[in-house]
């Protein structure tokens, strides 16, 4: 099987084939990602597919290296975009409720205990826990990818955690 | 033991989340919305290339009159579309401006774009 570097490789020459094959090993990840940083909301898979097509009009910037991380951070960088855009229309809307983001899907019944639970955390441990546990990056790449210092990504890692275990040990015994 | 230790029983339970997830559907989007940007490109790529070329043709005339003489009615055709363009932009100078910004936008996009 070819390796995710040799596949970008072949994206950054332009074959948009191995690029589909990137998208194919990596959309789980990325999907799974946005829809955890916006907690479920509605532009998850918008900032998903923003993510790729970014992802291929910058292939040729990426030097090696942890592909997942690469696209993870892409992701944030995405979410940020729209977090951002989402801030900006609030202020406009002065009727607007006022909420962090949009978590209109947040509180359905249907979901599942561990998107629920994340969903409980704070922003900050939720980005953390996101893409250290989630989409499995390690300390260092977070760091990288938020710009946060290491020290912090690891606080809100450590935290984030146990209060997810809380969380999701409550839901059971509910 | 390793951070990524304390807590790989979570990150399996996310990784069957996302597993759960994956469709095909949505790599043929991306796929799509990719090679859509690419056909713009191309035909952006493509008018810009002829309006550079008809901008290089229509200076030939002045560059090549003196010395090699060209056919007098593909001279007077080329000096008849000059003097259009220029009545076009004298009747109303905002078409020189809205010229420009098309022709810097698309020269714009050529750039930024990847081939």
């Known amino acids: 099987m070819r390796t995710d570097p040799d596949l970008a490789a072949d994206a950054a020459r332009g074959n948009d084939s191995a690029f589909a094959e990137l998208v194919r090993r990596h959309q789980a990840r990325v999907r799974g990602m946005s ?25 040729g910037t990426y030097a090696g290296g942890t592909f997942a991380a690469w696209i993870c951070t892409i992701c944030y960088r ?27 899907m947040a509180d359905t019944g249907d979901k599942l205990d561990l998107s629920r639970a994340l969903a409980k955390l704070p922003e900050a441990q939720r980005i953390c826990v996101t893409l250290c546990v989630a989409a499995s990056l390690s300390h260092r790449e977070a760091a990288e990818a938020t710009g946060w210092p290491l020290g912090t990504i690891k606080s809100h890692v450590t935290r984030g955690v146990a209060a997810l275990r809380k969380h999701l040990a409550a839901d059971q015994v509910a | 033991m390793r951070d990524e230790d304390t807590y790989a029983d979570l990150t399996a339970l996310f990784t069957a989340e996302d597993r759960e997830h994956e469709a095909k559907p949505f790599v043929d989007q991306v796929i799509g919305r990719i090679r859509a940007q ?3 490109r191309k035909l952006l790529l493509a008018v810009t290339g002829l309006g550079g ?34 009545a076009l932009a004298n009747a109303n100078p905002l078409w020189l401006g809205i010229g420009a910004v098309v022709m810097l936008s698309l020269v714009a996009v050529a750039a930024m774009e990847r081939t």
């Open chain 1, 35 to 59: 829809r955890r940083l916006t907690a479920a909301g509605g532009d998850a898979d918008d900032i998903a597919q923003a993510t790729f097509v970014t992802a291929w009009q910058k292939i």
């Open chain 1, 78 to 104: 995405e979410f940020l975009q729209v977090r951002r855009r989402q801030r900006q229309e609030i202020e406009f809307d002065e009727t607007a409720e006022i909420i962090p983001f949009d978590r209109s």
């Open chain 2, 38 to 40: 690419a056909r713009i």
């Open chain 2, 53 to 86: 070329a008809l901008l290089a043709a229509s200076q030939l005339p002045t560059l090549l009159a003196d010395s090699v003489g060209l056919d007098a009615a593909l001279t007077t055709s080329i000096i008849q579309a000059q003097a259009d363009a220029g």
